[in-house]
């Protein structure tokens, strides 16, 4: 009896010692190291993507601390709103186009680019930190630049003389969001290659050796060896390029001056920002960013999905 | 595994519910008209209104020790208006701001950042005897005063005399007066090389821009119409159809950039003529400039010309706690005596109704001011209400879709932007 007894009296502080640490995990200690940067990502991500989906819900605006207001829920309106403006649908528009060039040139040249780089033996740092730099560079400065060799007169028309387009690259409905893509993809270049440079690090010497053994060239094996290879840097790339893309505001904002031409160049964070913030309708912009997230979860999950492979 | 899940799942939920929580308001503005104490203000970043504003500021404090005022730049921002809005919805805005733009203060009475002047003994007393009927344009909807009409920079045509005789205009009386006038003039300007562009107007798309191209000549063709009058658009009428067919043509004959100069256009050479205010007296003192009313269509004399005011004013903030220093310090800042130094620091019109009796000795002084000072009188203000900037957005997007780029028909897109504009008047 006392055995059975202090079998039962013992058994349960046995699961509940168990039970104790497995609460916060099998390493405590871990999570008390994460913990500030996982407050960081609940006060400066979770709590104002929660907040803005609550605003996108709610004939919401801005007040002073003191003054009492009415918000009310008022469903989808404010998604109503914003969608039934010709402006914002064609934002959409204009960030589709950005992404179908963006995203592409920068795998495409971000791969080929650090292959080579990674073969380079002479001057290796110079290149590297010369591919950096623009990323680094506030894009303020580095719009100005792009300014001047894309306005009417600038060097880029100079040099194309008659092939040049009119009105000019920035000013043009056509060429506007082209050439916003391709700034953008100049720009973040440098981020990217370091990313594929690092990833080309693990790519087993022997499997190049491999296939020249069979007879691949050069041209095979970077198909065959480097693509493979740095799958998951790509996927990386991949992501981390839509969800920079979808967020595009400084380069309409600067490059071509709030948007233009005729909003050709807007994008749906640009809109947010004259909705929310210049004109007062927190709600409405709420509701546009709530669908871009969206959007962009559905694009990355399918990239993820056809890219990312068994990864 | 779960359980953690569960865990972190939770503490999602109690912040964004803690977050949620606090987002309804409560209680009231803290402050009290007659409370008397030290306070904060802001002054623009330029370097004559922050000499102005140190020394306003330095004489006010040698006499009210115990009523301290602490002056300092509008902190850096993007535009003052989002520094503005953003210390409203902080609950840190100053007392008062010195560098209000109208087009932005409907949207800060509706977050309920701004005092009503008019509640004060001699509120609207004050502001009407200093700045009589222009005053009226300075009110909300419901008649009272959210904002001090404090200065404006009425807009004008500057040109470059050097540049007119090079092309050989008369660069005294040049022909600007009518649109035909200035259409022929900006075509030979162009035509003979000696720049560019006859004018360059910024033909980007931020909504206040309408108010350096098409908004001062409305006013002049309209004889002082603003842009919406009792909740709706009145630019869609012959004299708006008339200035944006005048403008369509400036750009459809390349006499106008469709793109923006990076630089000063004017101070350059690129443009033979601008569209400014007073403060450009003292910036182009290396061009011999000379200045000449907006056009209207059939030439209109001088003293009967209307433009846009470039008006900024004083805000008083409910955030302040000692509002009646702050309008103590307002009317001390706007008397006859500090009005004179700020003309003669910044060179800008006070509001006044007697400003060229007033300072008449400053205008003979300064008589490149002059017609600034004049003109002063006759300006018009961007419309009232929490939805001006959505407004103008709507102008904007039209002009620069007909006008600017000359798509489509100018009437049909002035008539879309005026029920546009219609339907953001009447949403509160």
């Known amino acids: ?311 | 595994m779960q359980r953690r899940t569960k865990f972190i799942g939770a503490a999602v939920v109690a912040a964004a519910m803690i977050g949620l929580t606090a987002c309804s308001g409560g209680g009231s503005s803290s402050g009290s008209l007659t409370a008397k104490g030290p306070i904060k203000i802001w002054y623009s970043n330029n370097e004559q209104e922050v000499a102005w504003g140190k020394a306003t500021v330095a004489a006010w404090n040698k006499d009210h020790p115990d009523e301290k005022v602490t002056g300092q730049e509008i902190p850096a921002g993007k535009t003052s208006e989002e520094v503005i809005g953003a210390s409203i919805t902080a609950g840190n805005s100053p007392c008062l701001v010195y560098n209000t733009a109208p087009s932005a203060v409907g949207q800060w009475v509706k977050q309920g950042g701004m005092v009503d002047l008019s509640k004060f003994s001699d509120g609207a007393k004050y502001i009407e005897a200093r700045s009589g009927s222009q005053a009226d344009q300075y009110k909300d909807a419901d008649g009272e005063y959210y904002q001090f009409p404090w200065k404006s920079n009425p807009v004008m045509i500057f040109y470059n005399k050097d540049l007119f005789k090079k092309a050989g205009l008369d660069a005294d009386n040049p022909k600007l007066s009518t649109y035909a006038d200035f259409t022929a003039t900006a075509k030979t300007l162009v035509d003979k090389g000696v720049a560019p562009n006859a004018i360059l107007p910024a033909p980007t798309s931020e909504f206040f821009q309408m108010s350096f191209d098409f908004y001062p000549l409305y006013a002049a063709e309209s004889g002082g119409t603003q842009l919406v009058k009792d909740g709706k658009s009145t630019f869609n009428d012959q004299a708006g159809y008339d200035a944006a067919n005048f403008w369509r043509t400036l750009y459809a004959d390349k006499l106008a950039g469709q793109e923006k100069y990076q630089g000063d256009a004017f101070a350059d050479g690129k443009a033979a003529m601008a569209i400014v205010g007073p403060w450009a007296v003292s910036v182009y003192k290396d061009v011999n400039w000379g200045s000449v009313p907006v056009p209207t269509k059939n030439g209109t004399a001088a003293d009967k010309t209307y433009t846009f005011s470039d008006a900024k004013n004083v805000g008083m903030f409910t955030a302040c706690q000692n509002q009646g220093t702050a309008w103590d310090f307002l009317k001390f800042s706007t008397s006859t005596g500090n009005d004179q130094k700020f003309l003669e620091t910044t060179g800008q019109m006070p509001m006044r109704t007697d400003l060229a009796t007033t300072y008449a000795d400053y205008f003979s002084k300064n008589p490149s001011y002059k017609l600034f000072g004049d003109q002063a009188s006759r300006t018009v203000e961007v419309p009232s209400g929490p939805n001006t900037v959505a407004e103008m957005q709507a102008f904007r997007d039209a002009w620069s879709d007909s006008v600017i780029f000359g798509k489509g028909d100018v009437k049909t897109s002035l008539d879309d932007a005026a029920t546009k504009i219609d339907q953001l008047a009447a949403e509160k």
Request: net charge neutral.
């Open chain 1, 1 to 311: 009896m006392t055995t059975t007894t202090g079998g039962a009296e013992t058994a349960p502080s046995t699961i509940a010692k168990r039970r104790g640490p497995r609460i916060l995990g099998k390493h405590p200690l871990g999570l008390l190291f994460s913990a500030p940067y996982l407050v960081f990502v609940l006060v400066v991500f979770a709590y104002p993507l929660v907040y803005a989906v609550y605003i996108a819900f709610h004939d919401y605006f801005f007040t002073a601390p003191g003054a009492v207001v009415d918000r009310p829920f008022v469903g989808l309106a404010n998604f109503v709103d914003a969608f039934t403006d010709p402006d914002v649908i064609r934002s959409f528009g204009n960030v589709g186009i950005f992404l179908i060039i963006n995203v592409p040139l920068t795998v495409v040249l971000s791969i080929v680019l650090a292959s080579g780089l990674n073969k380079v033996t002479h001057l290796k740092a110079f290149y590297r930190v010369a591919y950096y730099i623009p990323y680094l560079t506030a894009s303020v400065a580095v719009v100005a630049v792009w300014l001047f060799l894309f306005n009417g007169s600038g060097l880029v028309n100079q040099i194309l003389g008659p092939l040049a387009p009119s009105p000019s690259w920035l000013i043009n409905s056509h060429w506007a969001m082209p050439s916003i893509a391709l700034f953008v993809t100049w720009k973040q270049m440098g981020f990217y290659i370091l990313l594929y440079l690092a990833a080309l690090q693990n790519v087993p010497n022997e499997l190049y050796e491999a296939a020249s053994t069979d007879g691949a060239g050069a041209i095979r094996k970077f198909f065959s060896v480097t693509v493979p290879g740095v799958r998951p840097a790509t996927v990386l790339v991949l992501l981390v390029s839509t969800v920079t893309g979808a967020n595009l505001f400084t380069e309409p904002y600067l490059l071509t001056n709030g948007g233009g031409p005729n909003g050709a160049s807007t994008s749906p964070v640009l809109l947010m920002y004259q909705k929310g913030i210049e004109q007062g309708h927190p709600d409405e912009a709420s509701a546009i960013g709530v669908v871009l997230v969206v959007l962009v979860l559905v694009i990355a999950l399918l990239q993820n999905r056809f890219a990312g492979g068994k990864d």
